[in-house]
């Protein structure tokens, strides 16, 4: 019999959320906050099951130009994932040491050499493009370093890669599992959606600014405070999170307040049930575990077509001068500076 993953998550919801008809309206509904819960369970289930290969192994060939290629997106990689150690070790005292190198200076660890599984190779790839570059490195704010010719061709290039991304979503199981996990985690790391309609918004309110603080409800790094101790989250609503640009940009603050306390309640129960013991026959799993368990491919796949399809997030960009100049604001406000790798 199969696990059924909606009731599951709607089972823990409603003991958090006795009365959700309150959240219908704002920020998005508990059952929205369903359905990111378990896409987002989801993709630790495909981490923790998908096999791993070695870098060779997954691009197919020894190729030296492919292989200094991988060496170097991988050193790219790396460079970034440290800083994000360091980062979180120092402000907040947490440590992941998945963010940390592999062991190869060893002889043990050169013949092991790096195992990662398909969509991590494929996340190392898009690295290389060039509008996700220049956002991480910040050289898409200057229209000095972009000019906004090479600007409108970044994007161009960013959307061929989105649309065959797309088009996967009407293929196989496994070609709707990989394509909505891989377009999930770009729009999560590189907000290109979520600033193209600020600007949109920004551009129809007639103005400049960047409310850095409401929009860093939505994608920002959040660390929240409960009573016995913090936790570090990541707000990664990509799909519904669109719903509440437009109130970024223009709801009265006693409105944005109710929305603000509402996310953050999202984000803790997100964290309750992402990470609650669940008793097995044989121990107990973390929820990502115990979908990777008892539930099957073809149960995902199904799920983020009926409840996830990313499709809708994507609509036609239509460039403007001034949407250029705010989508470049709004990385310089919201991307974090970092020193680039030598």
């Known amino acids: ?11 823990r919801l409603a003991r958090l959320f006795p ?7 704002s920020p998005f509904s ?9 896409l987002s369970t ?10 791993k290969y070695s870098l060779r192994e997954n691009r197919g060939t ?59 190779y494929y996340e190392l790839n898009t690295l290389a493009t060039p509008l996700l570059k220049a956002i991480v490195n910040k050289r898409i704010c200057d229209v000095k370093k972009v000019s906004n010719t090479v600007f409108l061709e970044y994007f161009r290039d960013y959307d061929e890669l989105i649309s065959q991304l797309i088009a996967k979503l009407d293929g196989s199981d496994e070609d709707v599992i990989f394509s909505t996990i891989a377009l999930f985690t770009l729009e999560w790391k590189y907000n290109v ?3 193209y309609s600020c600007a949109v918004h920004a551009e129809k309110s007639g103005t400049q600014e960047i409310p850095i603080q409401r929009l860093g409800l939505l994608c920002a790094d959040l660390s929240i405070p409960l009573p016995s101790y913090y936790i570090h989250t990541e707000s990664r609503f990509v799909l519904y999170r669109l719903k509440l640009v437009p109130s970024v940009y223009s709801a009265p603050e006693p409105a944005w307040n109710e929305i603000e306390d509402k996310m953050w309640q999202y984000l803790v129960a997100k964290y309750y049930i ?33 409840h996830y399809n990313l499709k809708q997030m994507y609509t036609p960009r239509e460039w403007t001068p001034k949407r250029i100049r705010y989508m470049r604001k709004i990385y310089n406000a919201l991307t974090k500076d970092q020193p680039t790798p030598f």
């Not at 019999?1 to 089972?11: A, N, P, Q, T, Y």
């Not at 508990?30 to 378990?38: A, K, P, V």
């Not at 575990?289 to 008892?294: D, L, N, P, R, V």
């Open 1 to 11: 019999m199969e696990l059924d993953m909606i009731k599951l998550v709607d089972d």
């Open 274 to 306: 992402e990470t609650e013991k669940i008793h097995s026959k044989e121990s107990e799993l973390c929820m990502a575990e115990f979908f990777a368990k008892h539930t099957t491919r073809a149960q995902w796949a199904q799920f983020f077509r009926d």
């Open 19 to 25: 009365k959700p008809e309150l959240y219908d309206l």
């Open 42 to 51: 989801l993709k630790q289930a495909y981490d923790l099951t998908e096999p």
């Open 62 to 120: 020894d190729a030296d130009d492919l292989r200094m290629r991988d060496s170097r997106n991988m050193a790219y990689a790396q460079h970034y994932r440290s800083l994000q150690y360091n980062e979180l070790k120092t402000s907040l005292g947490i440590e992941l040491p998945k963010l940390l190198p592999a062991d190869t200076q060893t002889m043990s660890g050169k013949l092991q050499g790096h195992h990662i599984n398909r969509m991590q």
């Open 30 to 38: 508990i059952r929205n906050l369903r359905d990111c819960i378990i």
């Open 193 to 195: 959606e979520l600033f």
